[in-house]
């Protein structure tokens, strides 16, 4: 059973919410503030928040940040709720990372559409993610791969060459400077 952890301070939205979400098999625990969201987090272990915008002590915006900023909760889905005549920036919504958005008052034809799309991508994404932590502590960690073999020997013809080449193309300036030097040490 998928558990949506409900943050409103609203009774009225919350009862609301309850009844739709219970009534569709959801397992549901309310809360009235973000504080009180932020610290259930890990008992409640929601696959998806529905929050309030405008909730006390931590706005939902902030809730949804922290969610979506935490490792361990990558799964979770966030849907931010407000009143239909409440204002709000819907843009700064998605920039904190949330998942959907829903105006009150619920319509639960619409809660429904827009969160089991969501639900199932937690519970996915959580069994991946608990897959790929369980597969990351089994696997023994890789051999240290052996050093590169030492580089052979140089061969002396082949440096010969390169440093008669070398002094090829520096030999006219160099004996362009030695000549002034000499001459500047002769006095002329």
Known sequence: MSRILLADDSPHAQRMGERILREEGFEVVSLTDGEA?????SDVDPDLILADVFLPAR???????????????????????????EPFD???????????????PFEASKLMETIQPLVKEAQLARGLFAEVLASAAATTPAPEPEPPPPPPPPDPERVRAAI???????????????TERVLIALGH
């Open 37 to 41: 969201a932020l610290k259930r987090l």
């Open 90 to 104: 819907e843009e700064e919504a998605r920039r904190a990372g949330c998942d959907a958005i829903l105006k009150k």
């Open 59 to 85: 706005s939902g915006m902030e809730l949804c940040r922290y969610v979506k900023n935490d490792f361990k909760l990558r799964h979770v889905r966030v849907v931010l709720t407000a009143g239909l005549l």
């Open 164 to 178: 008669t080449l070398a002094l090829d193309a520096a030999l006219p300036a160099m004996i362009h400077e030695i």
